[in-house]
């Protein structure tokens, strides 16, 4: 070790919370780095294997019955690789341990092996072929509900129980993502899949040598969307409900919904953690060299030639960089496991580990590297290249500016102490400029994050407060007659029940068309309604269809225009209808009508899809029970038990993710303000000691520091909630789909928030410089000359 | 004269030069010691000093380098905490006194100079000054201090676009705008030539001709001693000898 690299050790000794604070920003950006790009790797390369190996399809469509004779004509489709035709049912059933009914989605299994979308065995076997009730199990609700190999389950199957046993765990490319059609968010252990033998699914439900779901394998480059009008066409005559792409199957548009929003994580964060890290560098050794002046010029007279001399400095700032690395891998990969393991419980994949990719550690590294040494270079070329004469002697007096003197503008009486903080803060214009920059993006980070809590909480009051303030929903299996309304009614425990209707229809308006849900209300009704854009509820029109802004939008339509309106499950056949209404709505795309002038549209006998209940809570065993017992009136979801679960859930992530938010923008707003402060005290020192000789308190020199932080702190707030803003809006756009936007909610709180967390960070670390001041020692540094 | 023996007030009065003084004096040590350490080493800097100084005195202290004239200074000035002993300012003992207190008492009381100025170099002349009198009971405005020691024509003046001298100035002014009764001097002139020292000596003795504010300088300036009422000699940390001097001289007529 020669002697400039004992100076850099102690160096960094003497210097150790600045660096430690400057690794802590630099670790948090590197780990920002592993996790958003380890995550997003781990899932976009384990997806795709998955997909791959397990003949995951490309294009999907559901058909009321078309017959098996028909695939080889869907086959004949250009680009078409692989058919696969399989029947899929929704029944109720009954588990053990759950006092309301389950839903379980069964799906055959063909008597050979799987084309498309193979399952996963976890344990277990397959049914074997003529064992009408073995079934394999789908195993987030295996999990939950205790189900092994040899376990039973009551379903009901087209109204009859039967008893099934459970053969094996499974998992499928297809329920990654596994939710109850038509819900929002997954309900462990109230829904799950179920593979069984197709002859035993095709004869309970009458569909021997027919198929209601069907699925294909492209060729790589096919033209999906001509394949997808071909395969509407095919199936059109037997009720076919329009085929869809991946970008539509659900369990993909939730992971890809997650891929998002991972890589905007890596794309957002990292950057502004590097560009802190590089200004608090710049910052530091900008002091330093300055205190080194005379030191560098002695070691250029000594013979150290410019470029040693600006080594050594590069060599400071990357061993900072390395620390801040190592710290930030180590942090990387334990949250990135913690994530993963997290991701691991919504999504079901075979094997689902944290990326140990090493390419993502070296650019995260190099990166780094590369924006500490970028910070350090205009410090390093400063002073490295001086002449040793120049060098020796001290720098030109520093000029300020008469900024708030006795002539200022306003007249104002303004403390010294004031001015000599705000002439500071001006004589180092782009330091001052950092630092605002640096907390804004700390307070940045804060709203960006923090204003999706309201955001959800909006959501949830929205839904469920005042929307769909029903107790549960008894959804039929399929649509029934209006009376059945009454068979729901004289339920025990149902106080109150009104019905509704809701089938899916593709929408149109000249060339365009969506495929979205329609649901009707009867009118009057209470417990649900629609509401306008001042939460009025809003009146369902005699005639007519309301639809969401975000549809209106995409069929270029306005109240009063008419709209084409088909029945998936229909003939064919279309109906027009006016725009009575719009409205905001945040699961994108859908249409409200009155349900007596859906029938009146349709023309047919007044039907319902199920009952809205309010429920008397003593009494709500007996009615499971009757629930039970009368399959034919379907399933019932609880509101009470799906905002629990939600909440949690959201909870639990949010929890997760704002505590490593909040970490992370204290570590920079901590960062800039200490360094800040730090570097301050040292240009400073000699000034407060002369104040405190010429007999002001400890606190009143310490206010010198502090007002200057507090107007750095404070000149950053506004920057941070406008960036903040900003960085809300674009999470709101990269989270927006036509399946789902969410609202822009920025409640004063958030900023309040953000605000306070910058502002304690900023005051932790200007006290703990404080009792710096407090030590100062007068007499030392009045002996010497600066 | 007495080797390190107390001084009392009443035989300063008989001594003509001296101001004639009150029954108390301004300020007073009584056995001042101050001992550093810096790990095992003990540096015995101010060794059971009794001294006393009357309200107008000019003195001069002389001595070798490393004599403990800082240190004294320091401590009847309030910036430290003597070892043992006793400091006195009017009746208020100084050497048990609370950080806080020593603060106030510096703030009312006292005025420093130093050799290298410690002027805050953001702030010009004018505003330097301004610094002291924001927060003074009873001060004098800035613009008059600054007439005093001569520099009404450099008030809006940053430090570095003034002289040494300048500077030094404007630091006196600084440290009498509060119109202090105690004004402490270390080596004021150590960094001037010796046409510039004799501007600044002049401004010291004016102020405290014209506030009777008590001066002690410290320089190791023989030359300067002649514009004092009296001379106090350190040496290793103790005094050994005062002497009055029965004319002074104006700044005017010394240099060096
Ligand atoms: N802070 C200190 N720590 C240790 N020793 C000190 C300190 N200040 C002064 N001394 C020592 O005390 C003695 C007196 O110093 P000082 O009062 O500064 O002398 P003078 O001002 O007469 O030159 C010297 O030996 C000096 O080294
Ligand atoms: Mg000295």
Known sequence: ?786 | MMHGEPIAAASLGEEGAVPAATSLPLVCTSKLTKIYRMGEVEVLALDAVDFAASAGEFDVILGPSGSGKSTFLNLIGGLDTPTSGEAWFQDHQLAKASEAALTRYRRDHVGFVFQFYNLVPSLTARENVKLVTEISRRPMRPEEALELVGLSDRMDHFPAQLSGGEQQRVAIARAIAKRPDLLLCDEPTGALDSKTGVVVLEALLRVNAEFDTTTLVITHNVAIREIAHRVVNFANGRIVSVETNQTRLPASAISW
């Open chain 1, 1 to 786: 070790m020669n002697a400039l690299h004992i100076k850099l050790i102690r160096e960094l000794r003497r210097l150790w919370a600045q660096v430690a604070s400057i690794g802590l920003v630099i670790a948090a950006g590197v780990a920002a780095l592993i996790i958003g790009m380890g995550t997003y790797q781990s899932l976009e390369k384990t997806r795709a294997d998955y997909y791959a190996r397990n003949n995951f399809a490309d294009v999907f469509a559901s058909v009321a019955r078309a017959p098996r004779s028909l695939l080889p004509a869907i086959g004949e489709l250009d680009g078409v690789l692989v058919v696969d035709a399989r029947i899929v049912r929704l029944a109720p059933a009954d588990v053990e341990g759950l006092a309301e009914p389950a839903s379980v989605l069964l799906i055959s299994l063909p008597a050979g092996p799987q084309p498309l979308n193979q399952l996963h065995l976890r344990s277990g076997r397959l049914p074997e072929a003529g064992q009408t009730t073995e079934a394999v199990v789908s195993e987030v609700f295996a999990t939950a509900r205790g189900l092994v190999p040899g376990s039973r389950l009551d379903v009901v199957m087209n109204g009859t129980h039967r008893s099934v046993t459970i053969t094996g765990i499974a998992l499928a490319p297809d329920y990654i993502y596994a939710m109850t059609p038509g819900d929002i968010m997954p309900s462990e252990g109230r829904f799950g899949v179920l593979w069984m033998p197709e002859a035993t699914i095709a004869a309970t439900y009458d569909l021997t040598g027919a198929f209601n779901t069907v699925s294909l394998k492209l060729a790589p480059g096919a033209a999906t969307n001509t394949i997808i009008a071909g395969l509407d066409r095919l199936l059109a005559p037997y009720g076919g409900q329009g085929a869809y792409g991946r970008s539509q199957q659900t369990s993909h548009v939730f992971l890809d919904a997650e891929l998002t929003q991972l890589r905007g994580m890596s794309a957002v964060l990292p950057p502004i953690f590097l560009v802190v890290a590089a200004f608090l560098v710049n910052m530091t050794l900008t002091r330093l060299i300055a205190l080194e002046r005379e030191q560098i010029g002695l070691l250029k007279a000594l013979g150290y030639g410019s470029w040693s001399i600006a080594w050594h400095y590069v060599e400071f700032v990357l061993l900072i960089a390395v620390l801040g690395i190592v710290a930030g891998y180590g942090f990387g990969i334990w949250a990135g496991n913690a994530l993963t393991v997290l991701y691991a419980r919504y999504y079901s994949f075979p094997v689902l580990t944290f990326s140990r990719d090493p390419a993502i550690y070296v650019i995260a590294a190099a990166v780094t590297m590369g924006a500490s040494v970028l910070g350090a270079v205009r410090a390093v070329r400063q002073a490295a290249w001086l002449p040793p004469a120049v060098a020796m002697m001290p720098p030109a007096p520093p000029v300020y500016r008469r900024i708030l003197g006795a002539r200022n503008p306003f007249h104002l009486e303004v403390p010294q102490r004031w001015i000599i903080a705000s002439r500071h803060l001006l004589h180092w214009p782009w330091r001052t400029a950092g630092g605002v920059v640096g907390l804004a993006l700390a307070t940045a980070i804060l709203i960006g994050s923090l204003w999706s809590v309201g955001a959800i909480n909006y959501m949830v009051d929205y839904t469920f407060n005042r929307t769909e303030r029903q107790d549960g929903t008894i959804t039929f299996l399929g649509s029934r007659p209006a009376a059945a309304l009454y068979e729901v009614a004289r339920l025990p425990g149902v106080l109150a029940a009104e019905p509704f209707a809701s089938l899916g229809v593709e929408i149109s308006k000249g060339p365009v068309s969506r495929r979205i849900g329609l649901t009707a209300y009867a009118g009057g009704s209470d417990q649900t309604r629609l509401l306008d854009d001042r939460f009025r509820p809003v009146v369902l029109p005699e005639e007519g269809v309301i639809i969401s802004r975000s549809l209106a939008r995409l069929l270029r339509v306005g109240l009063g225009d008419s709209v084409e309106i088909r029945p998936l499950d229909g003939g064919g056949q279309t109906y027009s209808v006016s725009v009575a209404g719009l409205m905001e709505g945040y699961l994108g795309l859908a249409a409200y009508m009155d349900l007596e002038a859906l029938d009146t549209l349709l023309g047919r006998s007044p039907q319902i899809s199920g009952v809205n209940v309010e429920i008397d809570e003593r009494q709500q065993a007996e009615l499971f029970a009757a629930l039970k017992a009368t399959p034919a009136l379907g399933m019932i979801s609880l509101r009470s038990v799906a905002l629990e679960r939600f909440r949690e859930t959201m909870a639990q992530n949010m929890f997760v993710m704002i505590g490593v938010l909040l970490a992370m923008a204290g570590v920079i707003a901590f960062g800039v303000v200490y360094n800040f402060a730090r570097i301050s005290l040292s240009e400073q020192g000699r000034e407060m000691a002369s104040l405190r000789v010429l007999g002001f308190s400890r606190g009143e020199v310490s206010m010198l520091l502090l007002s200057e932080i507090a107007m750095v702190t404070l000149l950053a707030q506004p920057i941070g909630w406008l960036l903040g803003i900003g960085l809300a809006r674009g999470m709101v756009s990269s989270f927006s789909s036509e399946l789902f936007t969410m609202p822009l909610v920025l409640e004063l709180d958030v900023f309040v928030y953000s605000t306070a967390v910058v502002m304690a960070a900023a005051g932790l670390s200007g006290l703990v410089v404080r009792r710096r001041i407090d030590r100062l020692d007068m007499i030392a540094v009045l002996k010497t000359r600066e």
